[in-house]
C-alpha cells in the first residue's frame, strides 16, 4: 500500500515537472514575438509555425510653417503714486520747515534712526513736526530735512607738482614729511583714496620744493615746464632742530606719564595697607569684645552658685533650728 502511494507521488511530480517546463517554454517564444499553431484533430501531419513582427510606425518630420512674430516697442506707462502713498498737506497750525520732505513712516523707523539718517537730531525732527512723544505710527507721513548731497573732491596733482620714482625704503608718511606736506594731499594729488600702499619704481607727484633730509635719494624731477628748474639746497637746520624738540617733548610726556603711573600705584598701595590696618583693629575689637562677654558669663555663673550656696545655708539653719 506504501509502495503505491509513493508511485503515485512520483507520477504526479513527473507530469507537474513536464507541464512547468511546455509552459516556459511557450512563454520564452511568446517573448520572442513568436506564436505556436496547435494541430487539431483533423490537422495535417506538419505544424505550421507563424512568426509575427511587431511593426513600429515610421517618424516623418513634416516641415511646420513658422508664424511670423512682430514685436512693437511700446513705451512703459509712467507709474503713478497710489492714492495711499500721497502726503496729506501739513496742518495749518504746525507747518514744517522750509524745504523738509514728507516720508511715510516704515514699521520699523524711530525717531532716533530718522534723525541719523538724515543727519539731524531727534528734536528737531519732534519739533518741525509738533510731536510731544518720541511714538510714530506706521504708515503715517513725518517731515524730514532734505539730506546733504556729497561733495564731489576731484583727485589730481595740482599745478607744478612733478613725478618722483618710489625707492626701496620709502613710504607715503615719510615722503610727505620729505616735501612737507600731509598724507592726505599726496593721496587726493596722486588719486589714491585712503590707500597708503606705493611700490617701488612706482611713480608718484611731489611738490617742485626742495626736500627736507640729505639722507633720502635724489629723486629724479620732471620740470613742469621747460623754464623751470630745480635748485637743490643744503637741508634746514630748522627743520631738524623742530623734530628734535618735538622728540624732546615726546620723551618729556613719556616720563612724566610714568611719574604720574609709579605716583599713582604708590597710593593705592597705601590705601591697601590703610584698608589692612582697620580690619585689624576691628577683629581686635572683636576679640575684646568676645573676652568681655565671657568674663561676663563666668561672673553670672559666679552669682548663680553663690545664691545656691547661700540657700543652702539657709536650708540648713533653719533645719538645726527645727531640730528639738
Partial sequence: MGSLRQIGAGFLLGVISIAAVIGSFALSLAEGGAEIAVPSSTASPSATIVTVYPTIPLLT??????????????????????????????????????????????????????????????????????????????????????????????????????????VSGDTLYNISLR????????????????????????????????????????PTLVAASPTS???????????????????????????????????AAAATQAAAAEATQLAAAATQAAVETQNAAAAATQAAVSATQAAADATAAAAATQTAAAAP
Fill in 61 to 166: 518630420d513634416t516641415p511646420q510653417a513658422i508664424a511670423s512674430v512682430s514685436v512693437t516697442d511700446t513705451p512703459a506707462p509712467t507709474p503713478s503714486l497710489p492714492a495711499s502713498l500721497t502726503p496729506p498737506p501739513p496742518p495749518t497750525s504746525c507747518l514744517p520747515p522750509a524745504g523738509w520732505l514728507a516720508i511715510q513712516i516704515q514699521g520699523y523707523e524711530t525717531i532716533s534712526s530718522l534723525a541719523q539718517k538724515y543727519q539731524t537730531t531727534s528734536d528737531a525732527i519732534k519739533q518741525g513736526n509738533c510731536l510731544f512723544s518720541d511714538q510714530l505710527v506706521s504708515g503715517s507721513f513725518i517731515y524730514v530735512p532734505p539730506r546733504p548731497t556729497a561733495t564731489f573732491i576731484p583727485c589730481g596733482a595740482p599745478y607744478g607738482w612733478v613725478t618722483y620714482y618710489v
Fill in 229 to 263: 628748474t630745480l635748485t637743490p639746497v643744503p637741508p634746514s637746520a630748522t627743520a631738524n632742530s623742530g623734530l628734535v624738540t618735538e622728540a624732546a617733548q615726546t620723551a618729556a610726556a613719556a616720563t612724566q606719564a610714568a611719574v604720574e603711573t609709579q605716583n
Fill in 179 to 218: 616735501y612737507r606736506v600731509t598724507v592726505a594731499e599726496l593721496q587726493r594729488a596722486n588719486c589714491m583714496g585712503s590707500s597708503a600702499f606705493i611700490a617701488v619704481g612706482k611713480p608718484i607727484k611731489v611738490p617742485n620744493v626742495p626736500v627736507s633730509t640729505p639722507s633720502v635719494k635724489t
